[in-house]
Nanobody
Framework: QVRLVESGGGLVQAGGSLRLSCATS????????MAWFRQAPGKDREFVAS????????HYTNSVKGRFTISRDNAKNSLYLQMNTLKPEDTAVYYC?????????????????????WGQGTQVTVSS
């Protein structure tokens, strides 16, 4: 059974940092691009960042460029999102996602309903 399990969320003051992790199991995702999405209350789930299988290519939504860094450790079957200089508007549930059919540059443009695998999400709350 495929599992994606996020961790690392929490409550942080504006300007602070958090590091999210996503542990994968049940299927080797090391050869697939992966992504982070987020969903704020009352809003649609949106793309945050993606990374190709090797970690050599990354993509970000404009609002997090320069503040967030996506990375992966294939030996540990894990995906990460380092979030710095957090803002109240970053408050959301953060999800990791993977679809073997999707390249890293495509995650920003596909519908979320098209993505095969999702984690359960981890809450990030940024206070002002």
């Amino acid at each position: 059974q495929v599992r994606l399990v996020e961790s690392g969320g929490g409550l942080v003051q504006a300007g602070g940092s958090l590091r999210l992790s996503c542990a994968t199991s049940g299927r080797p995702f090391n050869s697939f691009a992966m992504a982070w999405f987020r969903q704020a209350p009352g809003k649609d789930r949106e793309f945050v960042a993606s990374i190709n299988w090797s970690g050599g290519s990354t993509h970000y939504t404009n609002s997090v460029k320069g503040r967030f860094t996506i990375s992966r450790d294939n030996a540990k079957n894990s995906l990460y999102l380092q979030m710095n200089t957090l803002k109240p508007e970053d408050t959301a549930v953060y999800y990791c996602a993977v679809d073997p059919r999707v390249a890293a540059e495509e995650y920003a443009h596909i519908g979320v309903s098209s993505v095969d695998y999702w984690g359960q999400g981890t809450q990030v709350t940024v206070s002002s």
